[in-house]
């Protein structure tokens, strides 16, 4: 698995519930959607070195994640179970 460019907690805010985290996916160039696991997208291996992955997890997406998590519950509170399983 590679690094996310787009914080995985981020992208758990589209996904279907009780989807397993899955998300529709529309990609430039293509004529049809498809559904995908959020872990399989908008990542690549060594994106960026140990060093910047380690503080962009530490210093920004961990702070705030809990936030965008209450943001969208808010906008959507019928995501509330799909957002808060064990999985994120």
Known sequence: MGDHYIPRHYLKG??????????????????????TNIKKIVQANNYYPDSVESFLSREIESPTALSLKKSVIEFNPARRKSLYSPNT
């Open 14 to 35: 589209f996904v279907e519930p009780k989807s397993n985290d899955q998300i529709w996916v529309y990609e430039k160039g293509k004529t049809e959607p498809f559904k």
